[in-house]
């Protein structure tokens, strides 16, 4: 068998073994556990203060070097804007631990 005739039979099988074990590691990611996300912890948007609604929030994810990224939910595209201008400031608000309901005696 000639050398080109051998490369051309053997690159078939060579891709076959490449793309199984693509698919196995693929497969196996499925089953790896996935962490539940936490909820967001605000129901207002940290810029102007209005109600965020579900399906009309802008998602947005600020990247801070040496720090992990973090999802910032606001009620408009004006308001990433504003975010963007001055992110310390908002990030205070989003940082504030939230206060459970106050209950009153009866």
Known sequence: MSPILRRITLLPLAT???????????AEGENAPVKPR???PLQICIVSGEHLNPGETVDYVHKE????????RLCC??????????PVRFLKKLDQPVAPPVVKAP
Do not use: M, W
């Open 16 to 26: 076959g073994i490449f793309l199984s074990a693509l698919v196995r590691a693929e």
């Open 65 to 72: 070097p040496g720090k992990p990224d973090r999802l910032i």
């Open 38 to 40: 936490a909820p967001y």
């Open 77 to 86: 595209r004006k308001c990433v804007a504003r975010f963007k201008a001055d």
